[in-house]
């Protein structure tokens, strides 16, 4: 993760509006601005939440934020000066956050007066080194104050993206997030039609024109497995790609593989992902919210993150479209959010006939299909997948057996903190016992072994139907 320098922020003013989104982001209510206090600093009124063994309730804190270079300290006049204004704004305590660090005499003072029971208020301080700690938990925020401004847009395509570093020479994020091969040349005028779905493609046509004269700002796209939801959504994407507009498109393995990562590596590109995608004409979010069940806080925060980059969009009026994918598989996170943008933006049902199994099979030398993207396509009575799409699998297990590794190995300190997240992703706890390991190891290298073996003969594509996976010459 790149460092992140509180003194880049410019000003106390971003400072304070920082402060107030992390206090929100961090569960706080009620959060809200009174001004400049007596002594310089800028000040906000705070509900945090408190727990004890009998309730749970809100308390009012006075918070106090003073942006300084990282060189200073707070002194014991400046926290006593916060301290003494807390009955002017009838507050039960002092929360006082500096991007700097305190004295040691502050500290002191601090904890005195924290554990005074003849003084009614508490104190709690936050320093430059906690602000960060809680900030790695929001990656949106990091976004938004360090890659989201147009200052630092280009910083956000230009990181690395990958762990391969030929990326960065492929365009960045602007070629990670571009259209797959197989849907390039998608329009309304190739939707396939059946006497099944004529009248819903009548419709869907009816729908591409008024969307191309006036797009709302989020377009929901529902309708039955197979029945083109993402077509249709690429269809509208590439009309405001040919009229000049910048596109880009996610599927949800691909933003799971970014937030996860970041979970466990805490590297920075997800944050600079975020901004980008916030920064494009339109996107894409395809199946919105799939495997993110609420079963692990780290579902729980994917979510969360899903959900920002809809409502920054938004907040920026700037159109997203969105497959809906089946709420089996979504957790009550999103199907809440889903419900309240159904209620607020229109939703185009693309019908109940599966498409995929009326399609001819695709000739894959004229398709070029040959990239992990470009994956799958459909016949009658099964899908064809291209070539890459076996060797794609394949690096995801490999790549989850060398994490565990990763894991096992890894320092005591840093053994319990990814042992945890390792567990909300897969389900399943991490020993330290050699044995664990060997096992692993030898894993991995029969795996290894097995796609060198596999990739040696020659074919095109691999077939997969109700019979299994079939290697095609």
Known sequence: MQDINLSELGSPSAFEKLCSDLLVAEGCQNVRGIGVGADGGRDILADIPMTSPVTRHTETFMVQCKWYAAHRSISVRELTDAYM?????????????????????????????????????????????????????????????????????????????????????????????????????????????TPPNESVFTRLAEHATSYGKKPPLVLLITGAVGSGKTGYAYALLNERAVCGASVASVFHDMFNSLFYSYALEGDDKLPSALAYLWNVDYLLLDDYGLDMNDKSQTQVRAAETLIAIVQTRVQAEKPTL????????????????????????PVVFCGTEDLRHVCEKPCYEEANINTSRDSEATWKGGRWL?????????????????????????????????????KERYGYNLMREQEILGILEDTRDRLRGLRSFVESFSFHAVREDDGGVHLEP
């Open 85 to 193: 204004a807390l009955p002017v704004h009838h507050a039960d305590g002092l929360l006082f956050i500096a991007s700097c660090s305190f004295s040691g005499a502050a500290v002191t003072k601090a904890e005195a007066l924290d554990r005074d029971a003849n003084t009614p208020y508490r104190v709690k301080l936050w320093d430059g080194n906690e602000i960060v700690r809680c900030l790695r938990k929001h990656p949106v925020l990091i976004a938004k104050y360090w890659y989201g401004s147009p200052s630092r847009s280009s910083r956000a395509n230009s990181v690395t993206t990958d762990t391969d570093s030929s990326c960065s020479s492929r365009g960045g994020w602007a070629e990670i997030f571009s259209t797959p091969t197989l849907f390039k040349d998608v329009t309304i005028e190739t939707f396939p039609r």
């Open 386 to 422: 291209g070539r890459d799409w076996l060797s794609e699998k394949m690096s995801i297990v490999e790549d989850g057996i060398e994490e565990a590794i990763g894991i096992v190995v890894a320092p005591e300190d840093e053994f319990v903190v990814r042992q945890k997240l390792f």
């Open 322 to 345: 969105i497959t809906v994918a089946d709420c089996k598989g979504t957790g009550p996170t999103l199907r809440k959010y889903l419900a309240h943008l159904k209620g607020r933006f």
